[in-house]
């Protein structure tokens, strides 16, 4: 998959076809970044920007929801909130996660599976 740039982010287009991947596609996952009212001075760092890599970290420990999976950017620093509950338990812990777009005081991060290519953003 490439990262297309639109006009408030990144859109994702698949590499074989060149066609575009939509927000529906089963083989990925974008989601809203849940949490973030309450870390919202992580929200704006260059970190978090579009297109930035992120990583996914399982919280097996925390006691609201043994499930939960931390956002934080790629080099572990900043935490920014939560995969949202209904979808953590689904997840392996192997997966990728890039920043799509700021939206709404949120951000919409693209989850895909570990071995997916994600091409540079063009």
């Given at each position: 998959?490439?990262?297309?740039?639109?006009?408030?982010?990144?859109?994702?287009r698949d590499a074989a076809?060149?066609?575009?991947?939509?927000?529906?596609?089963?083989?990925?996952?974008?989601?809203?970044?849940?949490?973030?009212?309450?870390?919202?001075?992580?929200?704006?760092?260059?970190?978090?920007?579009?297109?930035?890599?992120?990583?996914?970290?399982?919280?097996?420990?925390?006691?609201?929801?043994?499930?939960?999976?931390?956002?934080?950017?790629?080099?572990?620093?900043?935490?920014?909130?939560?995969?949202?509950?209904?979808?953590?338990?689904?997840?392996?812990?192997?997966?990728?996660?890039?920043?799509?777009?700021?939206?709404?005081?949120?951000?919409?991060?693209?989850?895909?599976?570990?071995?997916?290519?994600?091409?540079?953003?063009?």
């Amino acid at each position: 998959m490439w990262l297309e740039r639109g006009p408030a982010g990144y859109y994702l287009r698949d590499a074989a076809t060149d066609e575009p991947v939509r927000r529906d596609d089963p083989r990925v996952r974008v989601i809203p970044v849940a949490g973030v009212s309450y870390r919202a001075e992580a929200l704006p760092d260059e970190s978090f920007d579009p297109g930035r890599r992120l990583s996914l970290v399982r919280e097996p420990e925390n006691e609201h929801d043994p499930n939960a999976m931390a956002i934080w950017n790629e080099a572990r620093t900043l935490q920014v909130g939560y995969v949202p509950r209904e979808l953590a338990s689904e997840l392996h812990g192997d997966e990728q996660a890039v920043s799509l777009w700021r939206l709404d005081g949120g951000l919409r991060v693209l989850i895909a599976p570990g071995d997916a290519w994600i091409g540079t953003p063009r």
